[in-house]
């Protein structure tokens, strides 16, 4: 029951900034982590950068400095700044809670000139 919605993805220059949200509807622990992962093509799936209940977070070394994770209760945002050709990915929302794992359907993020 529990749908995870991601949004804000698109085409951006290199240098340039997108903002992505996820939405959590359903039956969740109030305390649980979530986060973003992606998946370039060809590649597996990485962790982008997560963040629990209490504040803690997880964030990959590719992206600290330029990506900020933010969460509002149910809502989930990536602000994700100085883009690289390199963040060129599908982008997944991601929740656990009481060793349940959730995903969303992803967003596509494409830095290109």
């Known amino acids: 029951q529990v749908q995870l919605v991601e949004s804000g993805g698109g085409l951006v220059q290199p240098g340039g900034s997108l903002r992505l949200s996820c939405v959590v509807s359903?039956?969740?622990?109030?305390?649980?982590?979530m986060g973003w992962y992606r998946q370039a093509p060809g590649k597996q799936r990485e962790l982008v950068a997560t963040?629990?209940?209490?504040?803690t977070s997880n964030v990959a070394d590719s992206v600290e400095g330029r990506f900020t994770l933010s969460r509002e209760n149910r809502n989930l945002y990536l602000k994700m700044d100085s883009l690289k050709p390199e963040d060129t990915a599908i982008y997944y929302c991601h929740v656990t809670s009481a060793g349940m794992r959730y995903w969303g359907q992803g967003t596509q993020v494409t830095v290109s000139s």
């Open positions: 963040v629990g209940g209490d504040g």
């Open positions: 359903g039956r969740v622990f109030s305390a649980y982590r």
